[in-house]
């Protein structure tokens, strides 16, 4: 069934490039994709793949030499009731921090980080940390503005939320300051909140209940969520929709659905092969997990034609490594960048392996 909610951001032909002594690694290598409004998008692959620098784009926040050289990301606002019309704001032509950058970001656009140890300042409590951004985007003092510090503790779950406001991070626990985090991004109700990789530090439990929380409350405030994982079990349980990322570039595009039980790039069917699965084992004997041959190659080399091709057992020779792979449509929702369904060639790809979700 086609989506038809309205579009939140739309990112077009994104390039992310870091310029550095030893070459230029091209980070986020012409990424476009769109994230609907209340949807939950999620982005995977492996390590250095891009999705973190592709979140940092849309806020704005690439840190030097790194810097957008070419692509369009877009908000789109909805008219308010205090007045403010419809509109949509080019991201990327707005003065990463002139004032208009710095209300969005944080206010209508909010980020949790992978470690909230290394984001949290240690020398003042999460109450002040909260109560400055709740500050920087409303107008209010600071009673009300610790007030609503507390009620937003409370909704993420902190225990003793009146007395846990004036405490340090280093006096939290994992969990603890990964919803102070998510009480700071949500504090001023935003648009869109980007998770990038949020119970990576956690244990299970903990992991369940934030995850928990996060579905609970986009629910209650009905906000988009761009979700960055490695865990595809995460992807499974959270997403509605998701992409895949390799070497800067979407390699799939793709409904939950379809990505677990109809994957089309040879990546992605390796990342799948990859998951443990219940009942797998034989009786007796001990079975190795599937790993994807090779590495990833080095972030300053430049291949020629598909990325994936020096690791992928299905590469055609004479084309995948000298023809960069079109993007194939195989339905609104389901798209994938590979020369196996092209017209270069006709080799039939191997069969989709259903996964257990």
Same mark, same amino acid.
Do not use: W
């Given at each position: 069934m ?18 550095? @002594? ?11 994709f769109?994230?609907?409004?209340g ?9 250095g ?11 704005? !926040? ?6 957008? /050289? ?5 908000l789109?606002?909805?008219? /308010? ?6 509109e949509?704001?080019?991201?990327t032509?707005?003065d990463?921090?002139?004032? *208009? ?9 909010s ?5 909230? #140890? ?21 107008s ?9 510090? !507390? ?6 779950? #902190? ?7 004036d405490?340090?991070?280093? *006096?939290?626990?994992?969990? #603890?300051? *990964?919803? %102070?985090?998510? %009480? ?7 648009? $869109? $909140?980007? %998770? ?6 956690? =244990? ?42 390799? #070497? ?8 939950? @659905? =379809?990505?677990?039980? =109809? ?8 990342? $799948?092969?990859?998951i ?12 190795? $997990?599937?790993?994807?041959?090779? /590495?990833?190659p ?9 990325p ?5 057992? @299905? ?10 792979p ?5 339905? =609104? @929702? ?12 006709t ?8 996964v257990?979700?």
């Amino acid at each position: 069934m086609t989506d038809t909610r309205p579009p939140l951001i739309e990112v077009e032909n994104l390039h992310t490039h870091f310029f550095l @002594d030893e070459g230029t690694v091209r980070a986020v290598n012409g990424v476009s994709f769109t994230i609907k409004r209340g949807q939950t998008l999620g982005v995977v692959g492996e390590s250095g793949c891009g999705k973190s620098i592709t979140a940092r784009s849309i806020l704005g !926040i690439v840190r030097r030499p790194g810097r957008i /050289t070419e692509g369009r990301i877009t908000l789109h606002r909805e008219a /308010t009731a205090n007045g403010r019309p419809a509109e949509s704001i080019e991201l990327t032509a707005l003065d990463p921090m002139g004032k *208009q950058m710095r209300l969005i970001r944080g206010g209508e656009i909010s980020m949790v980080f992978q470690e909230p #140890m290394t984001s949290l300042s240690p020398v003042h409590t999460i109450g002040n940390q909260i109560i400055e951004a709740i500050k920087l985007h409303q107008s209010i003092n600071n009673e009300a503005a610790r007030n609503l510090a !507390i009620e937003m503790l409370g909704k993420v779950g #902190m225990q003793q939320p009146a007395r846990t406001i004036d405490r340090y991070p280093h *006096q939290l626990s994992g969990g #603890m300051r *990964q919803r %102070a985090m998510i %009480a700071m991004a949500l504090s001023c109700y935003p648009s $869109l $909140l980007i %998770a990038d990789e949020p119970t990576t530090a956690l =244990d299970v439990t903990t992991e369940a209940q934030i995850l928990q929380l996060m579905r609970n409350l986009q629910r209650e405030l009905g906000m988009a969520i761009m979700f960055i994982t490695h865990n595809l079990g995460v992807v499974a349980q959270m997403t509605e929709a998701v992409i895949v990322m390799y #070497m800067g570039r979407i390699v799939e595009r793709a409904s939950v @659905d =379809d990505l677990f039980y =109809d994957p089309k790039h040879p990546y992605t069917k390796a990342l $799948l092969r990859s998951i443990p699965k219940m009942g797998s084992k034989a009786a007796g004997t001990a079975t190795r $997990l599937a790993s994807i041959r090779g /590495t990833v190659p080095d972030p300053y080399s430049t291949l020629q034609g598909c990325p994936f091709h020096p690791r992928c057992s @299905d590469a055609i020779p004479g084309v995948c490594d000298a023809i960069e792979p079109p993007v194939i449509a195989f339905k =609104d @929702d389901h798209e994938v960048r590979c020369h196996l369904y092209g017209p270069a060639s006709t080799t039939v790809a191997e069969t989709a392996i259903p996964v257990a979700r």
